[in-house]
């Protein structure tokens, strides 16, 4: 049985759209970032680095004969991957396709977009060129994922943790500023996934997030300001 420490972000989202379409079983550890819980010493036992998502997975034993825990979200999409033998191919060129792919999301689409929500959403002042340079180095991102997607149905070979990865965040567009309509190609993909039932149901956990604003009546304001307390380490 595997834990699966996650909020409703597109990073936690990376994390249960894989387990979904691993069909793997796992019980959800809501951690609740805008109050601080992955600050917390028992959740930094996971993971030092006080981010959501994380897994402990009780099948195999740490040194100290612990479930063994995964952070960093495109590690653990591996280590499930690995484990599984599912949504990686195991020859060497198609394997390391989509880790190229992977780590493109992680080192690129992932920070860049991250930075355009700070800068766009929830930073008190609005610095324009910061907004600019996150804004536009993200579409020149959704550019390079687009002219891929042109060749090709998925980012590398079958569908994979690349797919996934980058899927989770490009979603989301709409929230760091960026149009996708441009990318044609890109948009198909979004969709493609977006009918995926695991992908549907991954993005349910730990709630879903669209309906939890509008049931709470929580407007933009106070998720922005959340995001705020967060981005300093003031959640309370
Ligand atoms: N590189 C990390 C990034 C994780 C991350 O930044 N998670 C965000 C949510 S998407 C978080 O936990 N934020 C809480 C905070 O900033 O304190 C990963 O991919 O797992």
Redesign the pocket.
Known sequence: MIDLYT?A????W?ASVTLEEMGLDYTVKA?D?ST?D??KPKFLKINP??????IVDHDLKDENGDGFAV??????MLYLAEKTGMLMPGDVRGRSKVIQWLMFQ?GGI??MM?QANVFYRYFPEKIQPAIDRYQNESARLFGVLDGQLAENEYLAGDYSIADIANWCWVRIHAWSGVDIEPFENLVRWRDQIGERPAAIAGLNVPYNLEERMKAQAENEEEFKEKARK??V?K?D
């Open positions: 909020a972000t597109p990073n936690g990376k951690i970032i601080g992955q600050r680095n006080g981010r959501i998502p994380a952070f960093e979200s495109g590690a653990l992680m992932g920070p991250g967060m981005l380490g959640g």
